[in-house]
């Protein structure tokens, strides 16, 4: 069983400051998805990093995959009260159809 | 567009009564999936199918079955609910298999409680 560590569990910051979320595994993976979870709704795909070192831009969410692809992040320029939510990497298997979900990040911007 | 419905949203069951979850999907995926969602967990893949008639064991089966009959409809079933079981229910369809890197498009949930 393939596993992915996310840190930091829990996240509490003002409007305004800078954020990164880890994403480690001992294993390798043929690519890696961020998803982001509000309360009562399913989670929604931010970005899916295929190739090792990939870098990838989505406004203020800089998203890596690492070289070796077993690692990633999610780094969050100046939050806003509207990046609130549970985020959560998942991790992709050429051998089977199972993806593999970290056990989140729960972000809190104070505005 | 519906996307992914399931139903019911909440449920409540009594130790040992069964159940179907009920999930469909509109986009014509061939790939579907159950998960559930505990507190610091994280999502777990219970079942999935790549296909209707085919169905495969994810990390945690015991307790529960699926069928696929057809593209749209994939249900899951507690044959006798145990407190365990107590937890949120996804369902999930990509146009390919995970495998592939295909995103998952999820349903809003259903909050089940066994007591």
């Known amino acids: 069983t393939q596993l992915l560590e996310q840190s930091p569990q829990f996240l509490s910051i003002q409007e305004g400051e800078n954020l990164t979320v880890y994403c480690n595994s001992s294993?390798?993976?043929?690519?890696l998805q961020w998803y982001r979870q509000e309360p009562g709704e399913g989670p929604v795909l931010l970005v899916t990093?295929?190739?090792?070192?990939e870098v990838k831009k989505l406004k203020r969410l800089t998203f890596q995959f690492g070289d070796a692809r077993k690692d990633s992040s999610l780094h969050i320029t100046a939050a806003q009260p509207g990046d609130t939510g549970l985020y959560l990497c998942a991790g992709a298997s050429n051998a089977g159809n199972m993806l593999t979900f970290g056990g989140g990040t729960r972000l809190m911007v104070k505005p | 567009n519906a996307g992914v419905t399931q139903t019911p949203k909440f449920q409540v069951l009594k130790t040992g009564q069964s159940m179907t979850l009920q999930c469909a999907q509109d986009?014509?995926?061939?790939?579907m999936s159950w998960y559930r969602q505990d507190p610091g967990m994280g999502l777990r893949l219970i079942h999935y199918?790549?296909?209707?008639?085919?169905?495969d064991q994810g990390e945690v089966p015991n307790g529960y079955n699926v069928s696929r009959s057809t593209t749209e409809d994939f249900p899951l079933r507690l044959l006798s609910a145990a407190p365990s079981q107590t937890s949120v229910y996804f369902c999930a369809s990509s146009y390919l298999g995970t495998g592939m890197g295909s995103p998952l498009h999820f349903g809003n949930g259903t909050r089940l409680t066994v007591t």
């Open positions: 986009m014509n995926h061939e790939y």
């Open positions: 990093v295929v190739t090792g070192g």
């Open positions: 199918s790549v296909g209707a008639g085919i169905t």
């Open positions: 294993s390798v993976f043929s690519s």
